[in-house]
């Protein structure tokens, strides 16, 4: 017997309902898979502009591939993190080739730099694109480059940082150079033939100035007291004379000095014990004169004071506390300098003779053998015993009596033969 139709399609959509709600419980049931990430590449750094790796080649100067990430031997470089290209900022070329040959168009498409710097690089120097010549903030020139020029080294008018150094420069005077430098702070030109003499107006920005071993001439500007964030100078080894100006105290900020080895004359100036900071002093190799200021012994942070080979003259008025803070002390080769032997003792090497009473050096005391004396107190140093000259007198005076030993000797056989006779004379009494 067949069931009827209507049963039959009751019976299907109930089996269609069955499947239909147990699928909807097996999904909700299954676990759902968590969200795929989207993947993200860490992009690499860009590659260096291809003009100016055309324009290190150009220049013959050896480059990898990517002188961003690794540099050459021969170079040292930074880049920007500009895209698609990165440009270089600053560029250090050291022990170059001979055939180094510097090419206007190739520093054309390097005017991106920020800093420029040459070691021991004998290139010729060229004029630099104009571009070039105003992005540079920093210029250096060690031991490179020939017939440097002050115009040329003029047209770099926004530089905070100039060192020229073992490179002669062919100009008469600083002011050609620094004249239109206003941002300067740093200026270091030394072992470069600098003629001429100390600019009268000089930027109130500069912190650093070392114009050593050069051939300038002339005083010291009163301009350059104003320089009231200068930390340090050098001025040694120049030509320069007349006296250290008076308002030399108004470089409050200064730490290190040096005007060594030059013709200063005059005394040192007391204005120096309003700089509190100051750690190096070098006077030396002057025709300074007058009384060593006390004032140096109270400054806190002093530890090297150089005043030796000038015309100083009086006491030293430092004490041995003082003289064992410091790290370096020398006064030697001031004649009519001495010290006090009851402040300080004679083995502290100060290359100075002790004080008489009125406190004029005394004379070495003199010797067995003058050929060898004479010898012997140039080596001396000036290195006396702490009793000085008193003491030298008294075992003067003991040379004048009968030796010791020897009137003691005497008296002693005097008193065996009185006893021999007495004994003699005692016997026969006996009897």
Not at 42 to 53: C, E, H, N, V
Not at 56 to 84: M, W
Not at 240 to 251: A, K, M, R, S, Y
Request: glycine residues 6%; contains cysteine; proline residues 7%.
């Amino acid at each position: 017997m067949k069931p009827p139709p209507l049963f039959l399609l009751l019976l299907h959509l109930l089996l269609l309902l069955f499947i239909a709600t147990n699928a909807t419980k097996l999904t909700a049931l299954s676990p759902t898979p968590s969200p795929t990430p989207p993947t993200t590449s860490k992009s690499s750094p860009s590659a260096l502009d291809p003009k100016q790796i055309r324009a290190l080649q150009s220049l013959n100067i050896p480059t990898t591939r990517d002188p961003c990430i690794q540099p050459s031997p021969h170079n040292a470089t930074i880049c920007d993190n500009s895209k698609p290209f990165r440009h270089l900022i600053s560029l250090h070329l050291f022990n170059c080739s001979s055939d180094l040959s510097l090419s206007f168009t190739a520093l054309k498409s390097l005017s991106s730099l920020h800093a420029l710097s040459f070691t021991n690089c004998r290139a010729s120097p060229i004029r630099f694109p104009s571009h070039l010549s105003l992005s540079l903030t920093s210029f250096s020139c060690i031991h490179s480059l020939r017939r440097l020029t002050g115009v040329w080294l003029s047209r770099f008018v926004n530089l905070t940082d100039l060192t020229v150094s073992y490179t002669s420069i062919n100009t008469h005077g600083l002011y050609v150079i620094l004249g239109n430098m206003h941002k300067l702070k740093t200026i270091t030109i030394c072992h470069a033939n600098l003629t001429g003499s100390l600019p009268r107006h000089l930027h109130l920005n500069l912190t650093y100035i070392d114009l050593s071993n050069n051939k300038l001439i002339g005083k010291i500007p009163t301009s350059l007291t104003l320089l009231e964030d200068l930390e340090f100078l050098n001025l040694s080894s120049n030509g320069l004379n007349g006296v250290i100006p008076t308002e030399f105290g108004d470089l409050i900020s200064l730490k290190n000095v040096s005007l060594a080895s030059n013709s200063f004359s005059g005394p040192i100036p007391d204005s120096m014990s309003a700089i509190p900071g100051l750690v190096h002093v070098d006077l030396s190799n002057n025709q300074l004169n007058g009384a060593v200021p006390r004032f140096f012994s109270e400054l806190k942070e002093l530890k090297v004071l150089n005043l030796e080979n000038n015309k100083l003259h009086g006491v030293l008025p430092f004490n041995a506390s003082f003289i064992k803070r410091l790290d370096v002390l020398k006064v030697g080769g001031n004649g009519n300098l001495c010290y006090n032997h009851s402040v300080l003792s004679s083995k502290i090497k100060l290359g100075i003779a002790p004080c008489d009473k009125h406190g004029m050096p005394m004379l070495p005391p003199p010797s067995k053998e003058s050929s060898s004396g004479d010898s012997e107190s140039e080596s001396s140093d000036y290195d006396y015993d702490d009793d000085g000259a008193e003491g030298a007198n008294e075992k003067k005076g003991h040379h004048h009596g009968p030796n010791k030993v020897v009137l003691g000797v005497a008296i002693g056989l005097s008193s065996i033969v009185f006893l021999i006779v007495f004994l003699v004379l005692l016997s026969k009494w006996c009897r």
